[in-house]
């Protein structure tokens, strides 16, 4: 079964960095659409970073150029780390950073779609920003 197990949270003060990491297995990533999607308390989860099948990145407008996110040499097509190098942090970054997954469904996978595309989510790293 698809798990998607996040680590790599954390507190750091503004202007900081922080890479956070997703252990994906249990399913066949060749062409998955993945990404991280963050959400405050009481609001919705928002996507942040979006990953084709081909390696193409899409970010949302608040960490564009701040944000990357990428894909580790799979150990086979059943495993495979993603990536989020998280630098010049703001304390408006400050939420809890879900990864997130799901199979290929012939549309485009960035960050205007993320969130219908996927349906695989880890349990969520804390990422605390001060000021």
């Known amino acids: 079964q698809v798990q998607l197990v996040e680590s790599g949270g954390g507190s750091v003060q503004a202007g900081g960095s922080l890479t956070l990491s997703c252990a994906a297995s249990?399913?066949?990533?060749?062409?998955?659409?993945m990404g991280w999607l963050r959400q405050v308390p009481g609001e919705e989860r928002e996507g942040v970073a979006a990953?084709?099948?081909?390696?193409?990145?899409?970010?949302?407008?608040s960490v564009q150029g701040r944000f990357t996110i990428s894909k580790g040499n799979a150990e086979d097509d059943q495993k495979v780390t993603l990536y989020l190098q998280m630098t010049s942090l703001k304390p408006e970054d400050t939420a809890m950073y879900y990864c997130a997954s799901g199979p290929w469904s012939g549309r485009r996978c960035d960050i205007r779609n993320l969130k219908s595309l996927v349906n695989y989510w880890g349990q969520g790293t804390q990422v605390t920003v001060s000021s």
């Open positions: 249990g399913s066949s990533y060749t062409r998955h659409c």
């Open positions: 990953i084709d099948w081909d390696n193409t990145t899409t970010y949302a407008d």
